[in-house]
Structures are given as C-alpha cells and as structure tokens.
C-alpha cells in the first residue's frame, strides 16, 4: 500500500496543476474525522442520507430482496449500514470493504457485537481497484452493492461510468447515494465548515505524507479551500499554499507558488436525469429513486440492464 500511496502522491503533484488522491483521506484518523464531519450542522449528505434511509425502508428492503449478499463500499462506521442490516430478510453476507484496515476492524467488530447471528466477511482493499469478493455460501440469493454517501461523486463522470461498469460484472444490484444539485452557498458551507474539522481532515493528507512516505513539507505553509464550480457541477477541495515553498518526497522535489493549489477531491453534484445517464451507459438502469424531504440527496436502486 505505501508503494501505490507514493506512486499516486508523485503522479500527482507531477500534475499542471497538482492534484492528490482523496481516497488517502481515510487513515484511522481521517476516518474518525470524517466521522466528525457527518456530525456538523453544515455538513448535510449524511442527516439526509440517513432520513430517506429511514423514511423509505420498507420500500428498500422490498428492492433488495431476501437472501442478498451486501457488499458495502467504503463501509466507515457503518451508521446507516446499521439501519438496513436491521429490517433486510435472512442477509447471506454482509462484506464491508474499506482501505483503512483499522477502521474496517473496528467497524466489523462493532456489528458484530450488534447483529450476532449475521455473515460478515471484512475485505481490506482500494474498492476503485479490482478485488476479489468471498464467498457467501449457498444461501445468497443475489449480490448488491451498497455505496451509500455521495461517494460517486469523487469520480469524473467519466470515471464514474468505468467504475460502475466494473461493479456491474460482480453483482445484480446497486443501491446508491446520490447527492443532488442545491444552491452554492449551501455546498461550500458543508465542505467549510465553521469550526475546521473539514480543514483538519483535508491536511491529514499532508500529516500521512509525512507519517507514511517521509515527505518534507511545512503543514503550516497550506490551508483549507472548498469552492463549488457552477460550470463542472462540483465542489473542489484545495490545499492551498502559502507561500513559495516546495514538498519533497520519494527523492523527488515539487516547487508550489504563493497561492498555488493541490487539488485533494472533486464531490460532482447531479440532477436525477443526469445520474439516470450516467448510470444508462454504464450497463445499470435506475429503477427506484427515494430522496430525503427537502430533496436534497436521493438513494437510488439500479439494476442490471
């Protein structure tokens, strides 16, 4: 892992202009920061992820049927996991997959405490590469992956139709959390937010760089910037340079300007029609739509076409 993180770390800041891959966020204290980030009042994806979870179980559990093995991307703390774990029929399996092997144990560890009788099978990967899937045994009567958050919104759209076409030669359903298109203000304010927990965990980055690979670099000599571009349909995260300095790394020497920025994420925001497109040309078709009450953040069921 630490080859790829240091391959991935050069190849980007190779960039014109430099970028960093948000999947390295998630070390165990990423992890417990972005739990922190879900808390805040500005940061609203996961308030309402969890209502139309909520409001609409019934209906969820009907689309995935009894008997499913669930595949969780990204499985985190598992709070919404908890939810549908809770009302879905004879579960096969549950398979979390997460790139923080700490925080994939501590979360397994924790269901397992809560759902005894349940299958769970942990797999420690980078789900936006190939990985294998356990098996479930022969009760599973079908495999659904479950992504919830606005995680597909880290892909370019592009990225995101390659993605999905591969999750499409492993299972039969997807259920997924689509954030939506909203005012500006209000996208910038949950990826900024007041008290800086979204800025602590954007240079954690920088902290794993220098934990990890040995980087030299001044964490003072960056700062937090989210913006929402109007035109891209998304919000950006930015490490934003200071002043003129320069970050070296696997013997490798990077030179930032004054005010230069690193691009650490890109979050797409979409309208229900352009998600429907996306998931059409990736070999899924969008059949149920269920979104919080101020229709902000939709769950969407796709199934194989």
Not at 59 to 87: C, D, F, M, N
Not at 187 to 211: C, H, I, S
Request: proline fraction near 5%; glycine fraction near 6%; include cysteine.
């Amino acid at each position: 892992m630490t080859d790829l993180f240091l391959s991935d770390v050069i190849d980007g800041l190779d960039r014109e202009p430099k970028i960093l891959p948000c999947k390295y966020f998630y070390d165990a204290r990423g992890s417990e920061l972005f739990e922190q980030i879900c808390e805040l009042p500005e940061y609203y994806p996961t308030r309402a992820d969890v209502e139309a979870t909520e409001t609409n179980i019934d209906a969820i559990v009907a689309a995935l049927g009894p008997g499913v093995r669930l595949v969780e991307l990204g499985s985190g703390a598992g709070v919404k996991t908890r939810i549908l774990l809770s009302h879905l029929r004879e579960v096969a399996a549950y398979v979390p997959i997460e790139i923080s092997e700490a925080a994939l144990d501590a979360s397994a560890a924790r269901l397992a405490e809560e759902f005894p009788q349940l299958t769970i099978l942990p797999v420690a990967a980078d789900y936006t590469l190939p990985f294998e899937l356990p098996e479930a045994g022969a009760t599973a009567t079908r495999t659904v992956i479950y992504f919830p958050g606005s995680t597909i919104g880290n892909f370019h759209p592009p990225d995101a139709i390659q993605f999905m076409r591969r999750l499409r030669r492993i299972a039969d359903g997807v259920l997924i959390g689509v954030d939506l298109k909203k005012d500006k203000a209000i996208l910038e304010r949950a990826y900024d937010d007041a008290a800086g927990v979204t800025a602590a965990f954007n240079l954690n980055l920088l902290v794993r760089m220098q934990r990890e690979l040995g980087a030299e670099l001044d964490l003072d000599g960056f700062e937090h910037m989210a913006r929402y571009d109007e035109a891209a349909g998304r919000i950006e995260m930015h490490l934003v340079s200071r002043r003129d300095q320069a970050i070296v790394v696997g013997n490798r020497r990077f030179d930032l300007r004054a005010g230069e920025t690193i691009r650490s994420e890109v979050s797409y925001k979409y309208s229900l029609p352009e998600f429907a497109t996306v998931a059409m040309e990736s070999g899924w078709e969008v059949e149920q739509v269920w979104t919080d009450r101020q229709g902000r953040f939709s769950l969407q069921y796709l199934a194989a076409r």
